[in-house]
């Protein structure tokens, strides 16, 4: 809808404006909820005590990123002055978002994950609803869009209020965690957060100033679809971050992993078939180019999804260094490899530059996995029909309560 209404290079503009704030906002947060989810789930460390100290420096990081993101704008831009103008009215979401992100990992290692399902739903009716009601008015535009962008990014934390008012009845100053526990395992995990973030987004922040609105709009349509099977492999691999921190299991581990595979594969296949056909009636013919781009993102987060739920993995046993190094040879990667191909090949330069570089990233990860615990790869990788007949069950299982 945003594309049919926008067009290729008011789509383009539209990501231009947008992904400033979900790459920064992720950057910002210093690997903080990833401490908060690991001293509350293994070091036993108060909830509420953890959440006031992490908050804290995360509300320090919104506010550093909120006016770097004033300044650096019109750059970022590409010199439009419409789109910093909308730069500049999402950062007010910095702050909003990363104090939400210190309670989001409270609920994770609580294992609230009916809460953080909830946020997520919220989330998605928040930006979707708003934009089906003004596509079907035809008062889609940019500013409307953006406006329901940055909504969609501060409210639905509002659904962590009531847990933390608990959390904060029953808090045990005798288990108070100390701000160093919190930045010494945020601080080796930052490493690879940021890494992560500039190999999932600096792609889309770099479409602009190398390729123009009309690559990065049509970058943007193929990273929309391609990314749908992400939703699956970043839900399994937020679960058996929390579940690994408390509970190390190295069979079940496997089976997860195996099975994030199977689901990914699940959704794409089906996608990727039907996507010849299905971008340019979803986005219009002018996105006609957005398909092979859109094909090779899709194949990427699905043979990637084992290395996802590896990198949580050396994350729960305490050494997310060795994850960050992974990414950070990873998104160096990705970014020599988009400078080589985006100026001459566009949108599927870019999405090249991802396969490959997510591809090495879990690769390292999947072998640091190996030789630092009794998991081998096979066990990681190998699909068993019993996997197949495990996520089927899991999934009917799902489907019966909800009805």
Known sequence: MLARSLGVDGRGQFAAATVPLLLVTSVATLGLPEATVYVVARLRRDAWHTFRASATLLSVAGAISTLILVVLAPTLADGDDRTALLIRLLALGCIPALVAAAARAIAAARQDWHRVNTESYLATVLRN????ILFCFDKLSLVPATVIILASTVLPGLIYVPMMRLVARFRDRSAAVRTRELVDYGSRTWVGTFAGI???RVDQVMMAPLAGL???G???AAVTIGEVPLLISSAVRDVFFSRHSAEPDLGTLAKGSRCALVATMSIGVPIGLALPVLLPLLFGGGFTGAVLPAEIIL????INAPGSVAG???MAQGNPGRRGLALTFSSVLNIVLIVALVPSIGATGAALATIIASTAASVIVLRML???TAITTRQMLLVSPADVRALRDSAT???????
């Open 312 to 314: 949580a993995a050396l």
């Open 299 to 302: 194949v990427s987060a699905v």
């Open 218 to 220: 049509l970058y943007a």
């Open 198 to 200: 500039a190999l999932a």
């Open 214 to 216: 009309h690559q990065t």
């Open 370 to 372: 190996v030789t630092t």
């Open 129 to 132: 609803v708003p934009i089906i």
């Open 397 to 403: 299982s799902v489907l019966s309560r909800r009805r």
